[in-house]
Each structure stands twice: as structure tokens, then as C-alpha cells.
């Protein structure tokens, strides 16, 4: 499945978009969930939102150091630490692109797996990160929204251009 690229120009309004939540748990999940897993898994990322594939469902999967999968679906988090944490971070829409990026060191999230049993889960440092990294693409943020302007717009401007020669 190829991952959207911020670098052109109809995927990263769909980037842009804030995404709806699930309301069904049908066998159609199952299926997105596996692909988005399986995309994960072969380009090597940490994390994959569903609108980086181009579905506008409230879902992400994260799995640090080849660990087995979690499955977020309609995620919050319900609390975060007082301390941060700059982490260097990439996305798989964004390919090329590495920067910090200072975000709460812990958070609480609740979601639903996708059985559709509610569950919680405290993480911290790299799983934590990569939760608020991919929880923002449900809203349509990418880590280059926390840097300053003239730094994102420069990072965005290669993306296109990349893309654009291709
Ligand atoms: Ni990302």
C-alpha cells in the first residue's frame, strides 16, 4: 500500500483532514487495520495513521522495536506529564525529513482495540511520542507543525520538489 506523501499536494490535503470515528468494528476494520499494520512493517515505521493510507478513520497503530502491534482505534489521552521529552522525529509521509521534536515524556491514552473492548495504556519516551505523533495525524497535524514556520515551509517545499522530479 503506498503512504501518502506530504510532498504532493492532493495527498497532504487529505493529511490536512480531520479524521471521523469508527463506529462500526465490521470485518472492513479488520481488514484496514491489517493493511495498516503490514505497511508499517514494510517500510520500516514505528507508527502509521490511517489517513497516511488515505482512510479518514479515527485509527493507528504503533509497534516499537518490532513489538506486537497495538491497535488504536478513536484514541484520547486522557492525561499527560508535566515533563517533555525531544525526540528526533521522522514520519513515513514526510520521507527525508528529521527533526525534535519536545512533547509531553508521558500520556495516558484510552482507546479501542479492534474487538471493540475499551482499554488504557501509560506510556512513555519513544511509545509515547509515537502515540502523540500518530494520534495528531488523526487531526490533520504533522510533526513539522511544531517547528518553527520558515524550518516547516522549508521541509515542505523539499518534499515537493522531490516529488515533483519523480
Ligand atoms: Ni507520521
Known amino acids: 500500500m503506498d503512504i501518502y506523501n506530504a510532498g504532493v499536494g492532493e495527498e497532504l490535503a487529505v493529511l490536512r483532514k480531520t479524521a471521523v470515528p469508527v463506529t462500526e468494528f465490521n470485518d472492513e476494520l479488520q481488514k484496514l487495520i491489517d493493511i495498516m499494520i503490514e505497511s508499517m512493517i514494510e517500510n520500516k515505521g514505528i507508527g502509521l495513521a490511517a489517513p497516511q493510507i488515505g482512510d479518514n478513520r479515527r485509527v493507528f497503530v504503533c509497534s516499537i522495536d518490532g513489538s506486537e502491534p497495538l491497535v488504536f482505534i478513536n484514541p484520547e489521552i486522557i492525561e499527560t506529564s508535566m515533563e517533555t521529552w525531544i525526540y528526533e522525529e521522522g514520519c513515513l509521509s514526510l520521507p527525508g525529513i ?3 521534536v519536545e512533547r509531553p515524556e508521558r500520556v495516558k491514552v484510552q482507546a479501542w482495540n479492534r474487538k471493540g473492548r475499551p ?3 501509560e506510556a512513555d519516551d519513544l511509545l509515547s511520542t509515537c502515540i502523540q505523533h500518530e494520534l495528531d495525524h488523526l487531526n490533520g497535524v504533522l510533526f513539522v507543525d511544531y517547528l518553527p514556520e520558515k524550518k516547516k515551509l522549508k521541509f515542505l517545499k523539499k518534499l515537493e520538489k522531490v516529488n ?3
Open 164 to 166: 515533483t522530479k519523480k
Open 98 to 100: 528529521y527533526a525534535d
Open 119 to 121: 482499554f488504557k495504556v
